[in-house]
């Protein structure tokens, strides 16, 4: 098993969060680098390619630069 700990992604997730939440939230947010849904995308295929005998029990995945 694999645990996948991504940062913050930009994804269609904040046209979900009630208003409240984002404006809490916004700044903890406001200087953040984002990753793309791809950077995620990439880092589960690397996790399911490996061969039988690597286990990757956990990979924090950041972008670059960011306060994360």
Avoid: N
Wanted: glycine fraction near 4%; aromatic fraction near 6%.
């Amino acid at each position: 098993m694999s645990l996948i700990e991504p940062g913050p992604v930009a994804t269609e997730l904040f046209t979900h969060i009630r208003p409240e939440i984002l404006e809490a939230g916004k700044d903890a947010f406001a200087d953040a680098s984002l990753l793309h849904a791809e950077d995620i995308a990439d880092t589960i295929t690397y996790v399911v390619t490996r061969p039988a005998r690597v286990v990757m029990s956990e990979l924090l995945t950041r972008p670059d630069g960011s306060q994360w």
